[in-house]
């Protein structure tokens, strides 16, 4: 199967997994949630204790700028070190993990995890890779995070695939050929996060379903210049750049050394674990991130976004009536809420567009015009979850509340391969409890 795979930039991974696994102690969050909320990751660490865990193999961000930054990323790679020397983990097994994950708000996600190749992923705008992102990268983000990676012994997953694949054939069938048989792990997780089951893929008839249901996701995501449009990047972002960068210098380590394209192929810095999840999954919501505006002429704001959007507005009677009319699907163009408050008086504005693809792609850029064209007004922009928040803070004299509509799914890759990434802040892949926890592991350096 490896060159089916091979195509599609997917091999099959050498998975790690600990013996005699405990989920709660050993599975912790993604490293890049509760980053203001240090009695998480401190909750974490009482619940590990002295068994091993994920959380003394990751460097959680909440801990990012603290002065012993060195020191801790010393002691992560050491302790990988030591798991691999003492025993911790099993005999590696070379599988893809088809994962069912229970959230705690009722919703279960499907996930397969394997290994990509970093030389078919572009995080740069308008790439034409078979993998691409889906939000701004910030390359400043990129150095601090290579520190972490560059001569770690092990990886360890929070990265997020996203494959537009309608028929589920990807994940979910995947899924129904393997679910008979012992799961390699199940149990819940830490800190009300739900529960996760985890299946070895491993056999040449899921090899070769699999092989099938990549080649007819590429199909699918085929343009009409023939560049093909294979995953786009859900969450951690930023940790995938990482990821290539560090293969990038450690690839011109091995060409300076004189290695064989064949070792270079072979090295496992060239690949990343990740989970892809179909964007259709109804385990998988996508939420709008809103905006609020401050220190900013609210009308004059409203009309210029207005005419940027070429749109029309409408005021109508209540808040309540604002976020339904707002989050109602609709197939006559993107609608936004603003609500503005002057002298006490809040008024809640429908501006309807025409616009098709994702409503975040053409308001970011108005919002960022605007804010640059009155530097001296001292506008700020805030990224809010939630429209009761986002009507809230628009209910305050110099706030502009601006409410967004749900994330259409069915029209997510094409505005990518179209418009290129998304403005930062555009989406959230659920809530922070239900990001991926760090479960898998693969040898890296």
């Not at 209540?318 to 006490?344: C, M, P």
């Amino acid at each position: 199967m490896k060159t089916n795979f091979e195509q599609f930039g997917v091999t099959i991974p050498e998975i790690l997994l600990p013996k005699n696994i405990d989920l709660e102690s050993w599975a912790v969050i993604a490293c890049d949630q509760y980053t203001q909320d240090k009695a998480y990751w401190q909750k974490a660490a009482q619940i590990a204790g002295e068994k091993p865990s994920t959380l003394n193999l990751i460097f959680p961000e909440v801990y990012l700028a603290d002065a012993d930054k060195d020191e801790r990323i010393q002691h992560i790679k050491q302790t990988m070190a030591d798991y691999l020397a003492d025993g911790v983990f099993s005999q590696p097994q070379k599988a893809f993990i088809y994962i069912e994950r229970k959230t705690a708000y009722g919703r279960t996600r499907k996930g397969l995890v394997l290994a990509v190749d970093l030389d078919t992923y572009e995080w740069k705008p308008f790439s034409k890779a078979l993998i691409r992102a889906t939000e701004a990268t910030v390359p400043e983000r990129i150095p601090p995070r290579m520190k972490i990676r560059t001569g770690a012994p092990l990886e360890l997953p929070h990265i997020m695939l996203l494959a537009d694949d309608p028929t589920d054939a990807l994940v979910g069938k995947t899924g129904e050929l393997i679910k008979g048989e012992k799961p390699v792990y199940d149990g819940d997780l830490q800190q009300e996060s739900g529960h996760i089951t985890g299946w070895a893929v491993r056999d040449e008839k899921a090899f070769s379903h699999v092989a099938d249901a990549l080649a007819a996701v590429a199909q699918k995501g085929t343009d009409a210049d023939g560049t093909v449009f294979l995953f786009a990047v859900g969450d951690g972002n930023h940790s995938l750049a990482t990821a290539k960068a560090v293969w990038e210098e450690h690839k011109k380590e091995l060409q300076a050394n004189g290695a064989t394209d064949a070792e270079i192929a072979q090295s496992p810095v060239r690949y990343a674990l990740v989970e892809v999840v179909n964007i259709y999954d109804a385990g998988l919501t996508f939420e709008p991130i809103h905006r609020v505006v401050f220190n900013a002429d609210s009308d004059d704001l409203l009309a210029f976004v207005a005419q940027k959007l070429d749109g029309t507005c409408k005021t109508v009677a209540s808040a309540a009536e604002l976020t339904q009319l707002v989050g109602d699907k609709t197939t006559d163009g993107a609608r936004y809420g603003f609500i503005t408050t002057s002298a006490g008086k809040t008024t809640y504005t429908l501006l309807q567009t025409a616009i098709t693809d994702l409503a975040i792609a053409s308001l970011q850029p108005a919002l960022d015009e605007y804010i640059a064209s009155h530097k001296s007004a001292g506008i700020e922009i805030d990224y809010i979850h939630g429209a009761e928040e986002t009507v809230a803070l628009g209910s305050k004299d110099g706030q502009t509340g601006i409410l967004l509509p749900p994330i259409a799914k069915d029209s997510f890759f094409a505005t990518i391969n179209g418009r290129g990434p998304l403005p930062r802040k555009s989406f959230s892949m659920g809530e922070a409890s239900e990001k991926r926890f760090y479960v898998e592991a693969r040898r890296l350096f």
